[in-house]
């Protein structure tokens, strides 16, 4: 609002102050109620249309052209299915959990840049209160999975906060190295750091040695947040049936997708935000034209992003529990930390070859020191005796 | 302003009295978390924005969860407590010194001239930077006793909370 | 120039900080980490002796004594600042010097001495921090400091002297030198509240000259106890800290009993450095000694210092002569010797007391490690009935111990000769008597130091015997002794090198720490008599041990059959542990047991009765006089009481709530009374 | 904008108090320890309150804040170690049955 209040007070300057403020106020929240669930909407047709194709089949095709409007379809079978609650479950708390679940996820694109001075709120903090809000999605699924009275519904949200819990390291410290590059915590410096360079491009910090492995470290760590495929282990329906929404149905089980996507989609906007440059790109810029292409090319990383995303899960496994915890514990966040002295030394070292080479080796070294040291062992070939 | 700071005093002394008196622990942790959110936004008001966030990072993200999972150990699964004695001489005593510390605290501070005297308002933004600064500057030292501090707390939980399986081996 | 000591005085807290530093990290290595952890204690303590080594040479060669000092506030309550600093005069930074060059050799036997201990790294961890406690001691500019330190070197010596718990010997004489230097650290403290008190400055010397050294003239003259001025009142306190650190009479039970730590923990502990602390404190402290004395009159800390000094000069050298043990010879000399270096600062010699100290820290970490060698090389044999020979199969120790004999004995031109000939000189100019004793002791150390090399390297090797085969030793190769490796005997011969040149430095040292070339009287006699002595020493030893020497350990001692029961006596080290084992110890199990006979039966007891009289009496009077006179509030008073007890009881319920609500309550009480006043 | 900084002096003494309750009332040594937690809060929000109102140009006050939170989140690590320790013993959380320190 801050930031859209004189952007609007000088187009409409007819207007009345307070109606200006009003909408200031009220259009971002408007937007960001509007946009991201449509396009949660759009998510769920893309994902099951390129999924089908990996898989080698066709995906949705019968309603409307493509199959355009099964989003639609879905949301009204869903609204108008009977919404099952379990006679022991904790009702009060069954019924808030997925509630809850929807608002971090929102809360996020408070945060996030579509277009120079386009942001809903410019926080100082703005990444730490991105990240902050990130894990308040943890109460949300424990909630769900305690209220339901179920135990696979129960281990499942055990696994999910763990799994959570522990993978926010990792990302906020990737996130860390970007805070330490750019100097600021807000979202818009950190975006305008990122400008200049060929055609608005080179100077991402997914272009620099530490950032390339904060980029890996940060969409990494937000498929495991947002509990995506191959770290979709609190809902795996082989092993724990559903997980944490397994005792809900109808437009709670819709919520409990839409926040699962909205989650993903803001750790994928905040990684656009971070290392790709956020609405950066040939051709942004502040006029009324320029933002409307900062606004094509932030909207066109975040669908690449959502694109990788779908990707990754339609072609990757799914990891074991143990796997899932030391790759975080033991690869990731030493990774991380490796990264931020990275950050230092591209800081401090002069001139810039110098540094890409100095922070490319160290990095390098310790990505394979760190493979090394968790290799798993090595299994023999299998011998069956008969005896 | 005025109306948020009512509010969200409203919504934390709400969490705080339901972390406290509700039956069932799970809900007194999710009232807990209320309250946390609370005082957050309290920071948040007065412009330590900073330190909100850090609230939410360390006791909705870390503390909260962390109370959680001691109930989860305590093989308390469903959290419901003990029956209450809620006439009992343990509460009666409990609440009454609670609410005497309450009134002569409330007392002391209308009677404290500072508070009354102070002018309200706002001066300056806080930086984010300056803490930034100060905690790499003077005041490294004391952080990085914070850090051992954690450290230490975590391998003493650790070794605290792992002594049944160090036995059983 | 001047700056360049500022600066050097701003460093100063480098030399202990690298091997305190080295601790910390030695503390943290798997103990199969032997090389690693030998390695990092020997880098530190080489690094710390070349910034102290460094600092030395840098004070060296100016016209008068340089005193550099570098403050910094530690924390701050209220108005006062608590403040530390660290000094850098040349006291310090010989001390410093000696204590890294010679604890640097001792590390390096170390790794010899200790090569088969499983324990090794927390060994040389508990080295690295001894060293650290030590320099600290040496270059703090502040009493506090200074104190904390002390306690350091105190655990550290607790911690190395019961280095093998698992003997119950070595437990019981760690506990034992921990309590009973404690006994001083008490006089000591309250010397340091003392001087706080008075002065209100803990620093030593400050810039604007509020240090608590620098008052002497104006705050510390003041009357104190027992009709002494403050200043003395507080040397005395200070100095029982010294005693007991120092092993000064009668605080001197701990040392012998310290051998039971590892050798090399002997040499550097409890021969060179910590030991040493006392004398180094009260040098350190000297201005607070001589404060309002003279030459004519001095103060009665002054005289206290000096019989005590003599008195355990002479004592421990009794005691030293029938001992068995090669080490606890050793210790007993070391006591003496430590007597030496305080009775010459008694007698107002502050540079042949400190003279002295880094001579003999010198000469004898070289007979402890000497010692350690003879012990290494017999296998872990320490009676020295059982040695001898060994010149034969030990060469190298035994010239080196030879070297430490003849400069222990005062034999020119070893070191000691010229450092105890300068104690003699400066005690002779005070007192005659303290003179005569310590004259006596320099006679008896040159016996018993002969005693002990005979015994040890001459005649033939007796240790064989036990097993019966002492005609055979090639089939039990094992026991026969052997020459050390490089890694023990090279440090003795780098020690033995300064035993034999210190010496010349005197006159130097004195100049160094500022003192005025004086002519002493009496300085031929002295001189001529101490010299006498020690020859007359060497003989005597030679006439009893060396020209027959012992054939068999179980040969009774040739000075027994000559001394008899006295032998007996001075083997039993006077009977002192007898003494305070009857006296002091039994006092207090006594106390102890009484205390809690008194609380069991007389508070407790007292408590039930009062309850049980009441209650009696009001059940008397319900049952005599119940149509008499119904006496309710007796009745009532006797509920009360008993309720009270209840009530009082009740309190330590062990309910973590119930302490917390009591919390509560006296917060608000507190916070009600002080609002009230307010 | 003018909130004085009384009212959030006694918003804390409040919260304080509350949590005091909690800790005095209870029986499960969780709930006590999050009583605690609620204290702890409150003393911080006074640390913040005060900072806002009396010395904003420095962060000192935030910098303390910070550090008691990291503190209090320590604590609470230990305090729910030794819950959980305590329960294994007793196979109880409840308070009035951990008296091992009766006098």
């Known amino acids: ?387 | 302003m005025n109306i948020a700071f009512w509010i969200i005093s409203a919504v934390a002394v709400l969490g705080a009295v339901l972390a406290v008196t509700l039956r069932n622990l799970v809900h007194c942790v999710l009232a807990l978390i209320l309250f946390f959110i609370g005082i957050a936004a309290h920071y948040f008001l007065l412009h330590a924005d900073f330190l909100g966030t850090v609230q939410i990072l360390i006791y909705v993200g870390a503390v909260a969860i962390l109370i959680l999972f001691a109930i989860m150990l305590t093989h308390n699964v469903t959290g419901t407590d003990g029956p209450r004695e809620l006439l009992g001489l343990k509460w009666w005593s409990g609440a009454a010194i609670a609410a005497m510390l309450a009134v002569v605290l409330t007392r002391a501070i209308q009677g404290d001239k500072l508070a009354a005297a102070l002018p309200a308002g706002d001066r300056a933004q806080s930086s984010v930077a300056e803490i930034g600064k100060a905690l790499v500057g003077g005041w490294v030292v004391p952080l990085e006793a914070i850090a051992v501090l954690l450290t230490a707390a975590l391998i003493g939980a650790v070794v605290i909370a792992l002594e049944e399986i160090r036995k059983s081996r | 120039m001047e700056e360049h000591l500022q600066q050097l005085a701003r460093q100063q807290w480098l030399i202990p900080a690298i091997p305190l530093v080295a601790a910390a990290i030695q503390s943290l290595l798997p103990r199969r980490a032997r090389k690693l952890s030998a390695g990092i204690c020997i880098t530190a303590m080489g690094l710390a002796c070349a910034l102290a080594l460094r600092a030395f040479i840098a004070t060296l060669g100016h016209p008068e004594a340089v005193r550099e000092f570098y403050n910094f506030p530690w924390f701050e309550f209220g108005n006062t600042s608590l403040q530390l600093g660290f000094i850098l005069d040349p006291l310090t930074a010989a001390m410093a010097a000696m204590v890294t060059f010679v604890g640097f050799w001792i590390f390096v036997n170390a790794t010899g001495y200790m090569h088969d201990d499983e324990n090794f790294t927390r060994f040389f961890c508990f080295l690295s921090l001894f060293a650290a406690a030590m320099l600290g001691l040496v270059v703090a500019n502040n009493i506090l400091l200074l104190f904390m330190c002390w306690e350091l070197v105190g655990l550290c010596s607790y911690l190395l002297i019961g280095f093998w718990f698992h003997k119950p010997s070595a437990a019981a004489a760690c506990k034992k030198a921990f309590i009973t230097t404690r006994i001083g650290d008490v006089g000591f403290f309250i010397g340091i509240l003392m001087l706080f008190w008075k002065t209100g400055s803990l620093n030593l010397y400050t810039t604007d000259g509020t240090g608590a050294l620098q008052q002497i003239g104006t705050q510390l003259m003041g009357h104190g106890w027992f009709g002494w001025s403050v200043a003395t009142t507080i040397a005395v306190l200070l100095f029982i800290g010294a005693m007991g650190k120092s092993a000064q009479f009668p605080l001197h039970v701990w040392l012998p009993d310290a051998m039971e730590g590892p050798t090399p923990v002997s040499a550097l502990i409890h021969a060179a450095t910590m030991v040493a602390a006392g004398v180094f404190m009260v040098g350190r402290m000297y201005p607070l000694f001589i404060a309002g004395g003279s030459v004519e009159q001095p103060t009665f800390a002054m005289d206290m210092v000096l019989y005590v000094g003599a008195f355990t000069a002479l004592f421990s050298a009794t005691i030293a002569v029938a001992q068995f043990d090669i080490k606890r010879v050793l210790a007993y000399s070391t006591c003496s010797q430590l007597g030496f270096m305080v009775m010459a600062l008694g007698a107002g010699g502050l540079v042949p007391g400190q003279f002295h100290l880094l001579t003999h820290a010198f000469f004898k970490a070289l007979l402890f490690l000497g010692s350690g060698c003879v012990i290494i090389g017999t296998h872990h044999e320490q009676d020295m009935r059982k040695m001898g020979g060994l010149r034969k199969y030990m060469p190298i120790t035994f010239i080196c111990y030879l070297i430490g004999m003849l400069a222990l004995a005062g034999v020119y031109p070893f070191a000691g000769f010229f450092s105890k000939d300068e104690v003699l000189l400066v005690t002779f100019q005070r007192s005659k008597v303290a003179w005569g004793m310590a004259t006596f002791a320099a006679f008896l150390t040159a016996f018993y130091m002969t005693r002990q090399m005979f015994m040890v390297f001459a005649g033939k090797w007796r240790g064989g015997e036990d097993q019966g085969h002492h005609n055979d030793h090639s089939s039990h190769g094992s026991h026969e002794p052997h020459e050390v490796p490089w890694n023990m005997w090279l440090p003795i011969a780098v020690l033995s090198l300064f035993a034999i040149g210190l010496g010349f430095f005197g006159g130097k040292y004195a100049h160094y720490l500022g003192a005025e070339e004086e002519e002493l009287a009496g300085k031929s006699l002295v001189m001529g008599l101490s010299v006498a002595v020690g020859a007359f020493g060497i003989l005597l030893g030679w006439v009893l041990y060396g020209r027959n020497p012992q054939a068999h350990a179980s040969d009774p001692d040739p000075l027994e059959s000559k001394l008899g029961g006295l032998f007996t006596c001075l083997n039993r080290k006077w009977y002192v542990d007898e003494f305070y084992e009857m006296t002091i110890i039994r006092a207090t199990m006594a106390c102890g047991t009484l205390f809690r006979v008194i609380d069991k039966r007389l508070v407790d007891g007292i408590l039930h009765s009062i309850v049980w009289i009441v209650r009696g009496i009001s059940q008397v009077c319900r049952v005599v006089g119940d149509g008499f006179f119904i006496n309710g509030g007796f009745d009532a008073g006797c509920e009360t009481v008993r309720g009270s007890g209840w009530g009082l009881a009740k309190l330590q319920s062990g309910r973590v709530q119930t302490y917390f609500r009591v919390l509560g309550l006296g917060t608000i009480i507190l916070l009600v009374v002080y609002f009230l006043k307010s | 904008m003018n909130i004085p900084l009384g009212h959030y002096l006694i918003l804390a003494a409040i919260l304080f108090a509350i949590g005091l309750a909690g800790a005095l009332t209870r029986k499960n040594a969780i709930i006590v320890l999050m009583g605690i937690e609620v204290m702890f809060n409150s003393a911080i929000l006074n640390l913040v309150a005060f900072w806002h109102y009396k010395h904003f140009a420095v962060p000192t006050a935030q910098l303390f804040a910070m550090f008691s939170i990291g503190i209090a989140a320590a604590e609470s690590a230990i305090g729910l170690a030794l819950v959980i320790a305590v329960y294994r013993h007793y196979k109880s959380v409840d308070v009035d049955e951990m008296r091992a320190l009766k006098g």
């Open chain 1, 1 to 387: 609002m801050e930031t859209l209040y004189p952007l609007l007070h000088a187009t409409f300057a007819n207007l009345p102050d307070w109606a200006v403020r009003v909408a200031a106020f009220l259009i971002p929240i408007a937007f960001i109620f509007a946009v991201y669930p449509a396009i949660f909407a759009l998510t769920t047709l893309v994902e099951r249309k390129a999924l089908g194709r990996i898989q080698n089949r066709y995906g949705p095709n019968r309603v409307g052209i493509f199959g355009i409007l099964q989003p639609l379809a879905d949301g009204l079978k869903i609204l108008v299915k009977e919404d099952i609650v379990p006679r022991v479950a904790d009702k009060f708390t069954h019924f808030l959990a997925p509630v809850l679940i929807v608002v971090p996820g929102l809360l996020v694109y408070l945060v996030v840049p579509i277009a120079p001075g386009l942001v809903a709120v410019d926080l100082k903090i703005g990444v730490l209160f991105a990240l902050a809000v990130g894990t308040m999605s943890v109460i949300a699924l424990f909630m769900a999975g305690w209220a339901s009275r179920n135990k696979f519904s129960l281990l499942g949200a055990v696994r999910a906060v763990a799994q959570v819990v522990s993978y926010e390291v990792p990302t906020v410290m990737a996130g860390v190295a970007v805070i330490m590059a750019a100097g600021s915590l807000s979202t818009l410096t950190i975006v305008e750091r990122q400008s200049g360079g060929v055609l608005n491009i080179s100077n991402w910090y997914v272009f620099r040695p530490w950032g390339l492995v904060g980029f890996v470290l940060f969409v990494i760590g937000g498929l495991a947040e947002s509990a995506r495929c191959p770290f979709d282990l609190p809902e795996a329906e082989s092993e724990l049936i559903g997980g944490y929404h397994t005792e809900y149905s109808g437009f709670k089980f819709a919520l409990f997708q839409m926040g699962e996507y909205l989650a993903g989609m803001a750790m994928a906007g905040v990684t656009v935000t971070l290392f790709l440059g956020g609405y950066l790109g040939p051709g942004s810029g502040t006029g009324l034209i320029g933002r409307l292409i900062a606004m094509l090319w932030f909207f066109g990383k975040l669908a690449g992003m959502i694109a990788l995303n779908i990707w990754i899960r339609g072609t990757w496994p799914r990891l074991r529990v143990d796997q899932l915890m030391g790759f975080a514990w033991k690869i990731l966040l030493p990774l991380a930390l490796v990264n931020i002295v990275a950050v230092g030394f591209w800081h401090f070292l002069t001139p810039r070859p110098v540094a890409w080479m100095v922070t490319t080796v160290w990095l390098v070294v310790w990505v394979v020191v760190l493979t090394k040291c968790n290799a798993s062992a090595h299994l023999e070939k299998r011998e069956y005796r008969y005896v």
